[in-house]
């Protein structure tokens, strides 16, 4: 009896610490959630007819972040590795952002990302794109950011 009581326990507390980590997100819109500094984590291209590229940010791009403000701005600070030379490059760009339909609108460059996943500390992001304006999706990137 003790055993199935203290299993009980166990399960009522383990089920009350998890539950708990979902509300935390619950009652914000993704206007809140994006607002912050995000790190990448991973991008996935997908090509059509060709298998899924995964790619990791190396030590230079581990460096980029891209915050987004409460007041539609966005900054993106971007690293990069110049093959050629071997050095990491840093570029500084940002913008207008707004948030429609559960899509992430870049205004500056007309980008619309489909918002696959936001939470308080990860946000998924897709990117289609019609490369040979046919009206079909030619290739798919799905970003990985973290705070």
Same mark, same amino acid.
């Given at each position: ?18 539950? @708990?980590?979902?509300? $935390? ?30 790619e990791y940010?190396?030590? @230079? ?9 409460? $007041? ?15 050095? @990491? ?17 870049i205004i ?25 304006? $046919? ?13």
């Open positions: 009896m003790k055993k199935l009581l203290s299993l009980l326990t166990i399960g009522a507390l383990s089920l009350n610490f998890f539950s @708990c980590k979902d509300d $935390d997100d619950s009652g914000k819109s993704l206007d809140d959630k994006i607002v912050g500094i995000w790190k990448l984590e991973k991008t996935v291209y997908q090509e059509t007819g060709t298998p899924d590229e995964v940010p190396d030590d @230079c791009a581990k460096k980029s972040t891209t915050t987004f403000n409460k $007041d539609n701005t966005y900054k993106s600070d971007e690293y990069y590795t110049d093959y050629q030379t071997d050095k @990491c490059i840093n570029e500084v760009y940002g913008g207008i952002y707004k948030i429609e339909k559960g899509n992430l609108h500056d460059d007309e980008t619309i990302f489909k918002i696959q996943e936001i939470s308080s500390n990860k946000m998924v992001l897709l990117l289609e794109e019609d490369v040979d304006l $046919d009206g079909k999706v030619d290739s798919k990137v799905i970003v990985t950011f973290i705070k």
